[in-house]
């Protein structure tokens, strides 16, 4: 992934929070000699203060043997995008149908060791952590060997813990265009209320002053 010294994170706080919100990715694992990667969608609980993820998945996945055999993998989570057409993005000085459109996103990869969790102790600790980050009011109850209702489904499942190596987070928002085209961009957004135009927004005017702020 490119990342351009403007579209890069402030720091680590920045895109910690925004993973933090967001926990539905891609996990990749390099494939067998001969066989391509294995990409899976999965929801996750990233732990900043372990530098982990958890999440778990069903025990007949094809992936598990690469997995075993590589376990270095990466873990891709984008959301916030959105496309931008060219008139908004037109310089102050040349027609707005000269404008290059271009993509709105952000991204953060987690390049991680994967570790593999199989005793059922720890695979129920696996999912009472992402429980709880994921329904942090409560209303299910705990994972327990031996125990009703979900001890008798952990045999079917194997955790994982990717354990963060490497971060690589962009924000692509137009923070080093002028202002008046980040103007007309954000003006845009709002009138065209598309599906996550909103976010996007969000997003760049957040980002405002980044770049400017960095030179």
């Known amino acids: 992934m490119l990342i351009h010294p403007w579209d890069a ?14 926990d539905f990715g891609q ?5 067998l000699p001969g066989e391509p ?3 899976q969608p ?3 609980a990233y732990d900043a203060e372990r530098a982990e993820v958890v999440t778990h998945l069903a025990r007949p996945n094809p992936l598990w043997p690469a997995l075993e055999a590589n376990p270095d993998v990466l873990l891709s989570v984008v959301d916030d995008y959105v ?3 060219g008139p908004w993005q037109a ?37 009472n952590r992402q429980v ?6 409560g209303g299910s109850a705990r ?10 489904f952990l045999s079917g499942i194997r955790g994982l813990r990717l354990e963060v190596v490497d971060v690589r987070a962009k924000f692509k928002y137009a923070s080093h265009k002028p202002e008046e085209v980040q103007d007309r961009i954000a003006a845009g957004l709002a009138g065209r209320g598309g599906a996550g135009d909103a976010a996007a927004r969000e997003q760049q005017l957040r980002r405002r002053g980044v770049w400017s702020a960095a030179r």
Request: charged share 20%; glycine share 8%; proline share 12%.
């Open 27 to 31: 996990l990749a694992v390099n494939g």
């Open 143 to 152: 994972a327990a060997v031996g125990e009703a209702p979900y001890g008798r």
């Open 9 to 22: 994170p402030r720091d680590d706080t920045e895109w910690q929070q925004w993973l933090g919100t967001h």
């Open 132 to 137: 709880g980050h994921f329904q942090p009011e």
């Open 91 to 127: 310089p102050p000085d040349v027609p707005s149908e000269h404008g290059v459109p271009t993509s709105f996103y952000a991204a953060v990869q987690l390049r991680c060791r994967a570790h593999v969790v199989d005793d059922p102790a720890g695979k129920a600790e696996l999912l």
């Open 37 to 39: 990667p294995h990409v």
């Open 42 to 44: 999965l929801h996750f």
């Open 83 to 85: 496309y931008v057409p």
